[in-house]
């Protein structure tokens, strides 16, 4: 616990940042959630998943906080009291092969700046993907699942989650539309 709590200083209440999955399914309990965008991070569909959302022999793609540009998404605050064991929990979901690099990022929000946990990912580890054709998109869209099911659904989900909050992302957006021009939706 103390790797992944290094930065909380324990008096407080956490603050965590989602930008994909963690918008519609945060799986920890918060006390208060709030829009917010991070600047020198990008969503990016760039990340392959050998557990969540594929297999070793059929990887998928989920989303990563990448350095440069900016990215919003959702800060969550875990109540003080609660912090050390949610933590836990949000550890063992997000950092079962520890692909992440786990970040306490300046978190901008209509009620002031926060300091939160987020889960970037570094373009030297072996699980970035870099960009990838759309014809190898489409194929990973068609067959990768994985423990939390397929990279598809995934896909969809954050789309979707993105649009009821009002965020726009351009790519996220393109990438929806060539499912459905593949017929995959």
């Known amino acids: 616990m103390d790797a992944r709590a290094a930065g909380w200083d324990g008096r407080s209440g956490l603050w965590v940042f989602g930008y994909a999955s963690l918008i519609w399914r945060p799986e920890f309990e918060f006390v208060e959630q709030r829009q917010a965008r991070v600047l020198g991070w990008h969503r990016s569909f760039w990340m392959r998943s050998r557990v969540n959302r594929g297999t070793a022999d059929r990887p998928g793609l989920v989303f990563a906080l990448l350095s440069g540009g900016s990215c919003r998404g959702m800060v969550y605050r875990i109540a003080r009291h609660r912090a050390r064991d949610e933590l836990a929990r949000l550890w063992e979901r997000e950092m079962p092969t520890g692909v992440y690099d786990p970040r306490w ?54 789309a979707h989650a993105l649009r009821e909050h009002g965020m726009l992302d351009r790519e996220l957006a393109r990438l929806v539309a060539l499912a459905r021009e593949a017929g995959l939706d």
Request: glycine share 8%; with cysteine.
């Open 105 to 158: 990022l300046r978190c901008h929000t209509s009620d002031g700046p926060v300091r939160a946990l987020a889960f970037t990912l570094n373009r030297r580890n072996p699980s970035y993907s870099g960009r990838l054709s759309d014809d190898e998109v489409l194929y990973v869209l068609r067959h990768a699942r994985g423990r939390y099911g397929s990279t598809l659904d995934y896909l969809l989900r954050t």
